[in-house]
């Protein structure tokens, strides 16, 4: 018998173009971006501007890139950063604002992922020659290791507006905006207003194979520019990735819907197992805290049965659901985890 086939729940990140997305790449009428002159990719970033309520967009080729400009043209070196302790800025970035910025992340610790206003007025400290001071606020909405949670328009504006009454930028990672605009139903505009710079990814639920979107005023995209060119991310004639992006803004959105309910189903079947914790889902990302065994262990065991999954750390699984699985593969993947773990 053929071994099962793989349900591939390590991220949204691996789904694969679509066929739409294919032909629109071919097609694409392409330039020189670094020239500014591909016009797929000025359609792009001017439909992503027009979508979050910003002026301008900074096509960039990852969400790292994207989170990293961010934090370069938003601060000097010395400065600190504000951050959920378990953010991609300070998480998954392998120390890249200390290493291409010159600053330091301060950490505080929110439940779901998600500082609020509170959080953001008792991390101010007072001005003191001996210390240094916060440059930038990052929000991460979803909030990825937290489990994919979802800050509403109103806490997005009060925690905007506290930094912003401090004097402190605010730069919204929201690789997975789109996924917390579609549990909430509402518009992607209303959870980055009064943000800095935000940014977007494509290349995870959207399924293009890249891309991220920076987003902010004209002036600030003009200095992003500038940074990405340095980073070494000006890229010539990539109309031919921001084709498949601009499919994916188009057409994709509205469906992860479907990887959201799927998720719901995988956490459910979690949340019975003895030993798991896992809150329920409200968008694409579960994460299973496992009580007493070794997440590498467990997770070596699932991928013997064709079920993937990625380690956080020693006692932390993560699930995605996306485009690439549909509803019988998670249900078969719940089947899996019941038999593994009740
Ligand atoms: C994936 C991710 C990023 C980085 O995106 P890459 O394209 O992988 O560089 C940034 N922030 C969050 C919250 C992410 O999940």
Redesign the pocket.
Same mark, same amino acid.
């Given at each position: 018998m053929p071994p099962p086939a793989l349900v591939d729940l390590r /991220?949204d990140?691996v789904t694969r173009p679509t066929p739409a997305m294919r032909r629109a790449m071919a097609e694409a009428e392409v330039g020189d971006d670094v020239y500014g002159e591909d016009p797929t990719v000025v359609r792009l970033q001017d439909q992503v501007a027009a979508r979050l309520g910003f002026e301008a967009a900074l096509w960039v080729?990852? $969400?790292?890139? &994207?989170?990293e400009i961010a934090i370069r043209i938003l601060t000097r070196p010395g400065q600190e950063v504000l951050a959920e302790e378990r /953010?991609?800025?300070v998480q998954? =970035?392998l120390a890249g604002m200390a290493v291409l910025s010159g600053v330091m992340p301060r950490i505080a610790r929110a439940e779901d992922g998600h500082l609020t206003a509170d959080d953001i007025r008792a991390a101010r400290r007072p001005a003191s020659y001996m210390r240094s001071d916060l440059g930038l606020v990052v929000l =991460?909405n979803?909030?990825?290791f937290a489990g994919g949670t979802v800050a509403d328009g109103a806490l997005m504006r009060a925690a905007i507006a506290a930094a912003h009454d401090t004097g402190v930028p605010v730069h919204v990672? $929201? &690789?997975?905006l789109w996924n917390a605009a579609v549990a909430l139903g509402a518009p992607l505009a209303s959870l980055v207003a009064g943000a800095d710079p935000a940014?977007v990814?494509l290349?995870?639920g959207l399924c293009a194979p890249?891309?991220?979107v920076l987003v902010s005023s004209r002036a600030r995209i003009d200095e992003a520019r500038r940074v990405r060119k340095q980073f070494g991310g000006g890229m010539r004639q990539v109309g031919i990735l921001a084709a498949a992006g601009l499919v994916g803004v188009e057409t994709m959105v509205d469906r992860l819907a479907e990887d959201h309910v799927n998720a719901a189903l995988l956490a459910q079947a979690l949340a019975g197992c003895p030993g798991v914790q896992v809150r329920p889902a409200r968008t694409n990302i579960v994460v299973a805290e496992l009580a007493q065994r070794s997440a590498p262990d467990l997770a070596a065991e699932l991928a013997g049965r064709g079920v993937l999954v990625s380690v956080m750390d020693a006692r932390t699984l993560r699930l995605v659901t996306h485009h690439d699985v549909n509803g019988e593969d998670c249900a078969r993947a719940a089947g899996v985890l019941l038999e593994v773990l009740a």
């Open positions: /991220s990140t080729p990852t $969400g790292v890139m &994207a989170n /953010s991609h800025v998954f =970035e =991460e979803t909030h990825n990672d $929201g &690789a997975r940014m990814t290349s995870k890249a891309g991220s």
